[in-house]
């Protein structure tokens, strides 16, 4: 795989690029730019460019794009495991276990202390099945979950298997925590958030999240679209 591009590179041959996502663009945005300006910067048509392992509108950070051959890479590269940084609301939850939401339930906090925090930080740790977003891209009935879930249709999503390798307390200022979390592909980190909630008697959802990194690549060596539309004009 080719992580590095010059005036000589043949795209078609393969390319594969870290960017920062912004925030309130989607992966599909941020792939669609790409394929837009190696058409009409640099002439290539029809040219395969995919993504691997998708993040939210509202999350920013580490996205792979992968450009020509290296497309075929995609479902090795989605594998690897994942790393973010999670900010929590503790006492609240909305629908989407997110901000795509407004707040539905508030719960009591009082009985919330730093020991355990520890403990349910702890208990996350390992393999577990874990109940997809009703807000998420998953197919029921052959639709997807978060077209049904705005249309308020009732359903109900499988647990999937996943593992938390790590899971570590960075800030806590209640009712925020941050987090790090480092865990496999197919993850929430918005259903961690509520299953998070669950577990302190409480509530949570999900109010900022930055992925950092993937497998060994990092969010410090990636690409901004800016930066990445300065070196292609360049060319």
Request: aromatic share 10%; glycine share 6%.
């Amino acid at each position: 795989m080719r992580f590095t591009f010059d005036k000589e590179t043949d795209w078609r041959e393969g390319v594969v690029l870290l960017f920062d996502k912004p925030l309130e663009w989607t992966s599909f945005n941020l792939v669609s730019k790409v394929r837009s300006l190696l058409y009409h910067r640099l002439g290539y048509k029809k040219i395969k460019v995919g993504h691997a392992g998708t993040l939210d509108p509202l999350a920013t950070g580490l996205l792979i794009v992968c450009v020509g051959r290296a497309t075929k890479q995609v479902p090795l590269l989605q594998d690897k495991e994942k790393e973010y940084i999670a900010t929590f609301y503790i006492g609240a939850t909305t629908p989407s276990f997110d901000l795509e939401t407004e707040i539905d339930n508030k719960y009591p906090t009082e009985h919330i202390t730093r020991e355990k925090i520890n403990d349910v930080v702890a208990s996350f740790v390992g393999p577990q099945m874990q109940i997809p977003p009703l807000f998420s891209a998953k197919f029921v009935n052959g639709g997807r979950a978060y077209k049904l879930a705005r249309k308020g249709v009732d359903m109900q999503l499988e647990p999937s298997p996943i593992v938390i390798y790590d899971l570590e307390v960075i800030n806590y200022e209640h009712p925020k925590i941050t987090l790090k979390v480092k865990c496999s592909k197919g993850t929430y980190i918005r259903a961690l958030a509520r299953d998070f909630g669950e577990k302190l008697d409480s509530g949570a959802h999900l109010v900022e999240l930055r992925r950092t990194a993937i497998g060994d690549f990092r969010v410090e060596d990636a690409f901004t679209l800016i930066d990445f539309e300065k070196n292609i004009e360049a060319m």
